[in-house]
């Protein structure tokens, strides 16, 4: 196994599931890049095991980084191995022999896991309770959308009022700048994910576990309700790593709505509701 020195631009410890903490992080050359040991720590799982069966496996092994972050009021610095993001999913369906009380758990991050990681990742967000509710409860998610949008109005308002203000002008000109940041950032955030979704995502959002057939019944239902009401079926790119190489795959995405109706039609207790 070859291990490669990663030096992070940024990282952090990303939650999950509740109150789980993975550590997460991106390299200069935009890599991204999680912390196996922090998943079994969480889990309950024995990491010297699994670090062995990285080790041993034909693809993880040659894809192995170390990091070294500084321990919080100590002055020491510890090493942590890391994967890339995209074999997050493909190493936890090898954890096959768990006990019970750590299955459920497993499944769970199984399906939140790439969520929650890769809205960090991509967005740059932190996955703070603020952003677990808004995706959680979309009315939070409009409230404090309106929230920012009123108080950007009113700093706008501000700064031409205080143009001819020196230093407080500059100042408050910065603050409007950082409150747009937050609303591009949220407005993508509501957008991607309450919008648009995979199947795997909205039951990742609506916390349930489908067994396969489930999962592919609710894509053809909601395939047919797309059809029905004239809504276009959107397409995400994914690469799939295997032993055998990389694979190109596209997932269709649906509207939100649009699988809740498909859901609430077999049953399922649908938790997420569209803005």
């Given at each position: 196994m070859t291990t490669t020195a990663l030096t992070p631009v940024r990282h952090e410890e990303v939650t999950i599931c509740g109150n789980a903490t993975i550590l997460a992080a991106v390299t200069k050359d935009e890599r991204c890049y999680f912390s196996p040991r922090h998943v079994c720590e969480a889990l309950g799982i024995d990491w010297p095991t699994q670090f062995t069966k990285i080790r041993a496996d034909p693809v993880l092994s040659t894809c192995v980084g170390e990091i070294t972050t500084q321990l919080p009021g100590t002055g020491q610095s510890r090493a942590y191995t890391m994967l890339p993001i995209?074999?997050?999913s493909g190493w936890l369906f090898t954890i096959k022999k768990v006990r019970p009380e750590v299955q459920?758990?497993?499944?769970?991050f199984r399906a939140e896991g790439f969520v929650a990681l890769?809205?960090?990742?991509?967005?740059?967000?932190?996955?703070?309770?603020?952003?677990?509710?808004?995706?959680?409860?979309?009315?939070f998610a409009i409230e404090l959308l309106t929230k920012f949008k009123e108080e950007q109005e009113a700093r706008r308002r501000a700064e031409v009022n205080a143009r001819d203000l020196g230093e407080h002008n500059r100042m408050l000109a910065a603050q409007v700048r950082a409150t747009e940041t937050v609303l591009d950032?949220?407005?993508?955030?509501i957008t991607e994910h309450l919008r648009y979704v995979t199947v795997d995502k909205w039951r990742a959002l609506n916390q349930m576990y489908l067994r396969q057939g489930e999962k592919v019944r609710l894509g053809k239902r909601a395939s047919e309700l797309c059809r029905q009401h004239g809504h276009p079926i959107g397409k995400e790119p994914?690469?799939?790593?295997?032993?055998?190489?990389?694979?190109?795959?596209?997932?269709?995405?649906?509207?939100?709505?649009?699988?809740?109706?498909?859901?609430?039609?077999?049953g399922l207790k649908v938790v997420m509701e569209e803005v």
């Open positions: 995209e074999f997050l459920d758990k497993l499944n769970v890769d809205a960090w990742f991509r967005k740059g967000l932190r996955h703070s309770p603020t952003v677990a509710d808004m995706l959680s409860n979309p009315d950032e949220l407005d993508d955030v994914r690469v799939i790593h295997t032993a055998f190489g990389t694979k190109d795959r596209e997932l269709n995405v649906y509207p939100l709505h649009i699988l809740n109706q498909a859901g609430r039609e077999m």
